[in-house]
Each structure stands twice: as C-alpha cells, then as structure tokens.
C-alpha cells in the first residue's frame, strides 16, 4: 500500500515532466560541410543556440553536417520538401531549371563581389522577384557564396586569351557557361575533389570563393588566384539557401514561429554575409602570407571579358522568356539590385 501510495504521489511529477519534453521541437538541420567548416561554427550552431534561448529552450536543434542523413548536395532540396530534415543548407543552382527566376542571380558581372552586399543584393532580389520559386518551403534566407576567383597552378589567368585550353572545376551551371564562353573547359566536380585533381594535373585549377580555398587545401596546390578590380560586379556567384519544411513551420504554434522569423530573414542573411567576408578576408590573407600570388584582372582586359561573356545573359533571357518569364526584366533588375549594393557601404 506504501509502495502504491508513492507511486500515486510521483504520478503528478512524472506528467509533468512527460508534458515538459513533449513540448521541446527538435529542428533537424542539415547541410553538406564538415563541422569545421564556417558555415557550421558560425552560421548553423549560432543560429541553433538563437532560437533555443529565445524559445525557452521550446527550440533545440540537431545538427547533421557532411550529410549525415544521406544523399547528396543536389538531394537536400527534396529531403527538406519531404521531411526527411527540417531545415537545409544548400543551393537552388545544384537543381537546373526548378528555380528559373532564381537562376538570374547566377548571371556573370551582375553582383558586388562581396559576402554581405552580395547577400543583401540576392536577399531583395528574391523578395522582388522569385518568391514563387520557392513556394513548397519556408525561406529562412537567401544569400551569397562570394564572387568566385579563378586559382591556378601552372600560370596566371589574366586576359581573354588566358583562358584558351584552361581546365578549371566550375561550381555550377553557369559558371561553367562563363567559362566556356571565354574558351576555357569547365570540369564539374564535388569541391572536396579538386585538391587532388589538381595535384595529378587532371584539372588546372578551380572557381571557388576565397572562403573555400584554404578549407578544401586548394590553396596549397595552386599558386596564382585572380580577381577584378575592387568596385567592379564580381565574375559569378552561386545563390546559396538556407530552407525548411513548409508544413513543419507551419505546425509550430504562433510563439515559435516568431523567433524562427526573427532569427530568419534579413537577420540571417546578414549573419551568413558577414561570416563569409571574414572567411574571404582570412583566407586571402593566409594565402598571400604563404606565398601565393593574389593579381587583379586590368580595367581594360576585365572589359573584354564582359564583352566576351555577354551571350551567356543573352542566351538565359531567351531560355527564361521561352518559359513565360520576363527574362528581360528579371536580367535588367538583377543588374539594378547588384548596382545598388556595389556602392554600399
């Protein structure tokens, strides 16, 4: 009877203690880096101890890098869209053609070369113009990979001319367009690849922010790292996401969904633009402390690139009108937005 008698008296606390944890939601988060990559220490786990603090701790998340949960890079989009993660990291331009309008932001010297202004310019880009893009998720942010730099072993890429025979890794679709149309080979492959495709001279380098450089070891196989000049749109950029499932945002109660949005947004897109510059300032200047060479394109050779390049936009706004888009709007804004934010401060 004693026994039962104490039993009945934990009952209560044992409810309680049940209805406590059952109102913990566990976001799970994934993304495609390794935990010591930037995007993990300073983008993912703050944003995580953000909305768990901010919640009460209602919020927690498990975070799942190098594709814990499986798959692919190109694969995250649908494992979100399904609820196999609840929030990803990863980029609309690794799926051709299910993000056209979004595609716009990939055009070549478009952007400021930037993490942040770039990450603001792509942020009201997508408010403006490519909302419906992305209408089976909840767009936590949209935001800048950085201009990519061109990294080599052998030579310096410094005119039109450079370019011939190159074989460099290209990042996505349309970078490797750019690189085509300056006559260069563009190699897709996986970036934890390229450091040693570089090393056994099966590629001559790579496009790649400097973020990336020293965390893929690129920058100890290659010597020479090419730019343009500062104020100038960078090359290309790839549009990076950071999305979770629609429904499990919408399932949250009205508490909950508050502090995702204030940790989600502009907020979020500012933090990743920060932690990318700070990341292309180290790397630049670990790279130039080593030895390599970091050069800038000539105002008149940087023109002629342009001018070599130019069908690359002018093929996408035909692809894009072919698909009963404005192409001709979306390239026009795209250019408006980027030149608002290259004379930002």
């Not at 993000?99 to 930037?114: D, K, V």
Request: aromatic content about 8%; some cysteine.
């Amino acid at each position: 009877m004693k026994a039962r008698l104490a039993s009945l008296a934990l009952l209560p606390l044992a409810l309680a203690t049940g209805a406590a944890q059952a109102q913990v939601t566990t976001i799970k988060f994934s993304h495609f880096l390794a935990p010591n990559s930037n995007f993990h220490k300073f983008v993912a786990e703050p944003w995580c101890a953000a909305i768990e603090k901010d919640s009460g701790g209602k919020l927690k998340c498990q975070i799942y890098p190098a594709l814990q949960l499986g798959g692919t890079p190109p694969q995250l989009v649908d494992q979100v869209k399904n609820g196999v993660a609840d929030v990803v990291w990863t980029s609309p331009s690794y799926s051709t053609g299910r993000f056209p309008r979004t595609e716009a932001l990939e055009l070549p010297f478009t952007l400021p070369p930037g993490g942040l202004n770039g990450s603001k310019a792509m942020w009201e880009y997508y408010q403006k113009n490519a909302q419906e893009d992305f209408k089976d998720f909840k767009v936590l942010a949209i935001f800048s990979a950085s201009n990519v730099v061109m990294s080599t072993a052998s030579k310096p890429i410094l005119t039109v001319d450079g370019f011939k025979g190159v074989k460099l890794r290209s990042p996505s679709r349309f970078s490797s367009l750019f690189l085509s149309a300056l006559g260069g080979t563009p190699v897709n492959m996986p970036i934890a690849q390229v450091t040693e495709s570089v090393s056994k001279g099966v590629i001559d380098g790579a496009m790649a922010p400097w973020e990336v450089l020293p965390a893929t070891k690129i920058d100890e196989v290659t010597k020479y790292h090419m730019e343009g000049q500062p104020g100038q749109p960078g090359f290309t950029q790839t549009p990076m996401a950071v999305l979770m499932n629609k429904a499990k945002f919408e399932g949250l109660p009205a508490d909950l969904k508050a502090v995702i949005d204030k940790h989600s947004g502009t907020a979020l897109v500012e933090l990743t633009g920060k932690v990318w510059d700070q990341g292309n300032d180290e790397a630049r200047k670990k790279m130039s402390g080593q030895g390599n060479k970091i050069l800038v394109i000539k105002n008149e050779d940087y023109a002629a690139m342009k001018k070599a390049v130019a069908s690359v936009e002018e093929d996408w706004i035909k692809q894009a009108t072919a698909k009963g888009l404005d192409g001709k709007k979306l390239a026009a804004d795209v250019h408006a937005i980027g030149a608002k934010y290259l004379s930002a401060k």
